[in-house]
């Protein structure tokens, strides 16, 4: 199908018409609405819910581009910053921003960070920034926008970063170091406090990423849960992400990017004085700003404030607990690591797990498949809580499923013997006929059922860039219209 198919429409068409089009065009979605999507979305309960909305419609059209113009928005979000930092123990030094989104946070961060070095630290010109790879791929985003130098450290056996090998790649160009709080890929904490003491040694920034647990792990700290030291209380850290469109329960679009101090957050700012159109200020990344999503996280924080957070944590936790519990009960699988609060993954060292994860979506549960070793992601949150029984009824019949059927883990390791042998006698066009065969497995208007055979092939390619060209295609392919799901409204 091309591009082509899709033409600008010539008629008006009534407001029914299209809302009640694009009910139909939903459903094929994930059903979040019955715990069936365990990432993505967040959902703290009916009437919190309904208040977002109406929050949130309430300032649509606002513009926070220009809060002058708009002054309760400014209020809004100056507000939201500011209740954020005192969630994280920030002091009356510390400073913050709202954004888009954790990715424009730690962007944010990098640049005040090499724009505060470059001003500190002239004689570095090569600045580099120390991360564990367990890190989430937004900075490695943001160091290749900004043209900064990463140092990945690798995790240990228990997926966090190592104190000492990121002491090893310190050098004299480091400028900044990067630990999470917790990590996505198995929920666990990185040694906050010892890498704090790491960048005070040694006159560094120190971005600490708790984009996922800002908003959970204050809340389980109040209700008794042992966590270590993670936010502003530990001295050497200068900055902070928490996402509140994550377990802030806000609507998309808000997360806050907290400093220790003025100067650092003043290097993230962005200002041109000769534009005909007027002077140009503007705190972050985006332009235009939606008032929704600020509006929004206004209302949900002061709806919910700690005592409703507390509330929503501890449940979800109990949740969790449950779930994993239920999980080890299951022979073939183990949890990966020591997760601290509500998100977590699981593996098998005796069945394929992404297998376990194609029969998983036949039931139309959606799981986050990730690697190194192959695991399944769950982020949990109180909208899960009536479905974790069956939750686990489906995934103890699913890795039953899996267990017995010994054809298709053959016909996968056919694909993987062929990708091995199509690297080796076609090395100009496999890739191409790869993301061919990938393509076939995920087009359709339905989320794919059955990607285990990819992401297996995926696993098995020698070379990385191979994967990195075949997810340019398939973002190729994402980013073009289906004309099967578009016919019916034109
Ligand atoms: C979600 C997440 C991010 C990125 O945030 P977006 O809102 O998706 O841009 C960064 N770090 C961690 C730990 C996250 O969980």
């Known amino acids: 199908m091309s591009n082509r198919e899709i033409i600008f429409p010539k008629s008006k ?14 459903a094929n979605d994930g059903n979040w609405q019955e715990g069936r999507v365990w990432s993505l979305v967040y959902y703290p309960g009916e009437e919190a819910y309904k208040l977002l909305q109406d929050a949130f419609n309430l300032f649509f059209s606002e513009n926070a581009l220009n809060p002058t113009t708009f ?22 030094n510390c400073v913050a921003s709202m954004t888009s989104g954790g990715t424009e946070s730690i962007m944010s961060a990098l640049k005040s960070a090499r724009d505060y070095a470059a001003e500190k630290f002239p004689h570095i010109t090569n600045p580099e920034v120390v991360i564990p790879n367990s890190a989430h791929p937004a900075f490695m985003k943001a160091a290749h926008y900004l043209k900064l130098k990463l140092v990945v450290v690798p995790v240990e ?9 990121m002491k090893f790649s310190i050098n004299k160009n480091t400028i900044l170091l990067v630990a999470s709080a917790p990590s996505y890929p198995q929920g666990v904490m ?3 406090e010892e890498i704090g003491n790491l960048a005070l040694d040694n ?6 990423d708790s984009c996922i647990g800002g908003f959970m792990l204050p809340f389980l700290e109040k209700l008794g849960e042992k966590i270590p030291k993670f936010d502003f209380r530990v001295k050497g850290v200068t900055s902070m992400s928490a996402d509140v469109h994550k377990y802030g329960y806000s609507s998309k679009g808000g997360s806050v990017i907290v400093y220790r101090n003025k100067e650092l957050r003043r290097k993230q700012f962005y200002v041109y004085s000769e534009w005909p159109g007027g002077i140009y200020g503007s705190p972050a990344i985006l332009g235009t700003r939606s008032g929704g999503s600020i509006a929004a996280a206004w209302a949900m924080i002061n709806h919910l404030g700690e005592e409703g957070y507390i509330n929503l944590a501890k449940e979800t936790l109990n949740a969790t607990h449950k779930l994993m519990e239920g999980i080890r009960q299951i022979p073939e699988l183990f949890i990966l690591g020591n997760p601290i609060m509500t998100i977590f993954s699981f593996g098998s060292d005796e069945i394929d797990i992404y297998a376990v994860g194609d029969e998983m979506a036949i039931k139309g549960w959606y799981l ?19 479905y974790i029984d069956k939750f686990l009824e489906d995934l103890t019949q699913c890795v039953a499923i899996v267990k017995k059927s010994k054809i298709r883990s053959v016909s996968r390791q056919f694909i993987r013997f062929m990708v091995r042998g199509m690297a080796k006698t076609l090395p100009e066009n496999w890739v191409s006929k790869i993301a061919a065969f ?5 087009s359709g208007s339905t989320i794919p059922k059955r990607s285990a055979a990819m992401y297996g092939m995926m696993g098995e390619l020698p070379n990385r860039n191979d994967v990195h060209e075949l997810v340019l295609d398939f973002l190729d392919k994402l980013q073009t219209p289906d004309f099967k799901n578009s016919q019916d409204i034109h």
């Open 71 to 92: 002054p309760s928005l400014r209020k809004f979000e100056n507000e939201v910053a500011a209740m954020t930092t005192h969630l994280l123990n920030g002091d009356e």
């Open 368 to 386: 986050d498949r990730q690697q190194y070793p192959a695991n399944l992601h769950l982020s949990v949150h109180y909208g899960h809580i009536p």
């Open 190 to 192: 990185d040694p906050i």
């Open 203 to 208: 006159k560094l920034l120190f971005h600490v």
């Open 157 to 165: 056996k228990d997926f966090r970063v190592s104190v000492e090998k």
């Open 438 to 442: 990938g393509n076939s497995i995920s």
């Open 13 to 26: 068409k009534n407001p029914k018409e299209i809302l009640q089009t694009m009910q139909d065009i939903r």
